[in-house]
């Protein structure tokens, strides 16, 4: 049965309406198939340069919206510059292929090792992050596949994008005055792509992609990134009504926006502190968006969890210098390492435990 209300979860508010789109990946980790390097000191090369030239990628990306990135989706590059730089992927990749894995299947190995750990984390932020590594991975596969140069794509019309996923450096070269929406199957509301969806005011939806069965190329569609439902081919009803929804919201932002700095006080004088619970730089972005009085939680583990090493103590002190100055003064709560139970580091040697939660 055809149906015409679909719902998922929504992570980036507005509403948005246009014609489908799908964005299909040119290849991923499903299509690399284990075969043996004849020349290792070759494949070795391949994988340094494509590191050399997705870190050239990033870079340019940088200078390129140097102008358009505000300091919070500038630090969501500097993460992906982090992981291209860590040595633990690095080396992890280098080991296989001196086990004479080709670089393709020795990025997949390592990659999806990644993605199994972060997979079994409890804590859906750092659920998440796997997702930065998987598009840090995708990029070092189309550079060493020869498929890093794509042209940018224009749209001629209002136009909704359907993905399985997309990265943040996807998002950049995709935006422009007709993209009105986007509808991934894989993600959720802390991803990089959807804090940056948020910031650029692009509706986004989460959706199975079996729920997409019946949408095709060119189908018409409103999005509702604040409620999360898909109305597919709507009438002129719904097309009517969001069309004043939208003004509606327009007005309460307004309003919303003159209210954000002032003291949160109950009626009989009680003041209420509203507190951002952090893990990356990136996520500064909301304490001052929402109006928060002070930083309750930073969350350091991820730090650790992205090497292969124990980061430096000036590592650390830099790290959380910048968590500081981001903070502009308010009151920041720095929870200390918090790893066993879900999160393990593969760095440090674990005592066998019954039950790790309670270690």
């Known amino acids: 049965m055809k149906k015409d209300l679909l719902k998922g979860i929504a992570v980036s508010a507005g509403f948005g309406e ?44 940088l200078k390129d919206l140097q102008s358009q990135l505000s300091p919070e989706d500038e630090a969501i590059f500097q993460t992906y510059l982090m992981y291209l730089r860590d040595g633990g992927l690095n080396d992890n990749v280098t080991a296989l292929i001196r086990q004479k894995y080709a670089a393709e299947y020795a990025l ?25 590594i998987e598009n840090v991975g995708k990029r070092l596969l189309r550079t060493l596949l020869g ?11 209002k136009t909704i994008i359907i993905a399985s996923g997309l990265s943040p450096a996807d998002l950049f070269s995709l935006r422009q005055e007709n993209l009105k929406g986007i509808i991934l199957s894989k993600g959720g509301e802390a991803s990089h792509v959807a804090i940056i969806a948020r910031s650029f005011g692009i509706p986004m939806v989460i959706i199975a992609r079996n729920m997409l069965q019946d949408v095709q190329e060119d189908d018409y569609l409103i999005i509702d990134g604040t ?3 898909i109305f597919h081919n709507p ?14 919201k327009a007005r309460k932002d307004e309003h919303l926006e003159t209210l954000k700095d002032l003291k949160a006080k109950t009626l009989d004088g009680f003041e209420v502190r509203l507190g951002a619970n952090i893990g990356l730089l990136s996520d500064l972005e909301f304490v001052e968006k929402y109006g928060a009085d002070h930083i309750g939680l930073y969350r350091t ?5 992205v090497r292969e090493r124990f980061p430096s103590e000036r590592e650390q002190v830099d790290l959380y210098r910048r968590v500081l100055d981001g903070a502009k003064g ?23 435990e019954d039950n790790p939660y309670l270690g």
Not at 113 to 127: A, G, K, P, T, V
Not at 147 to 157: C, G, I, Q, S
Not at 236 to 248: D, P, Q, T
Not at 301 to 305: A, G, K, S, T
Request: without cysteine; hydrophobic residues 35%.
């Open 18 to 61: 246009g014609y489908v789109h799908y964005l299909r990946d040119i290849v991923g980790f499903s299509d690399i198939y284990f075969h043996e390097a004849d020349d290792v000191e070759h494949e070795l090369s391949r994988f340094e340069n494509a590191l050399k030239r997705s870190e050239s990628h990033i870079l340019r990306i």
């Open 108 to 132: 997949k190995e390592v990659i999806l090792n990644y993605l199994r750990m972060f997979s079994r984390m409890e804590d859906s932020y750092l659920q998440e992050r796997g997702s930065d």
């Open 147 to 157: 498929l890093d140069d794509e042209e940018p794509r224009n749209f001629p019309k």
């Open 227 to 229: 409620s999360g439902i």
């Open 235 to 248: 009438s002129e009803v719904i097309v009517g009504e969001y069309k004043r929804l939208e003004y509606e």
């Open 301 to 305: 583990e991820f730090h650790f969890l």
């Open 330 to 352: 308010r009151e920041v709560t720095i929870r200390t390492l918090d790893v066993g139970g879900d999160k393990f580091l593969s760095y440090l040697d674990y005592p066998r």
